[in-house]
């Protein structure tokens, strides 16, 4: 129905741990998914609802059928919110249970693992391009351009 939003036992995620996201693994989920949804005609208005009160295809925009009042209705979808809390295991073994907007699947690393910094030229002074030169205080002071007086 609708699993593709919530993230499976396993993944590896961005995990958010005293104001700084750390690398984690998803120990364990308790799903919940909140659906808004707008009733279709002769009923008006919305609400949010949980995954077992529809029946259907569960896209936004879609029509689907919602139980009120014990009553199968029509009703489009309008948002769908992964309301799950996250159990997940820190690579140092904290353990914390976390809500969705603290918790963010991993995407590719931006940096190659190979390198080091040896292999920087900070550490190979050959390499460097053109040599860094601190400017003295008196070729400071020659290059600033007076400023115009107010008469």
Known sequence: MMDSCVL????EVSAKYRGAFCEATIKHVKKLIKIRIAWNKPLTGSATV???NIRGV????STVEAKRDNVWCAATVLKITD???YTVVFDDGDERTLGRNCVCPQGAK???EEWTLDH???TNPENFGTPVIMESKKQRKKKKVPTATLR
């Not at 499976?8 to 993944?11: A, F, K, S």
């Not at 569960?58 to 925009?61: D, M, T």
């Open 83 to 85: 309301a799950s809390t």
């Open 8 to 11: 499976e036992v396993g993944t």
């Open 110 to 112: 931006h940096f190659n």
């Open 120 to 122: 920087l030229p900070l």
């Open 58 to 61: 569960v896209k936004v925009q």
């Open 50 to 52: 949980t995954q077992e």
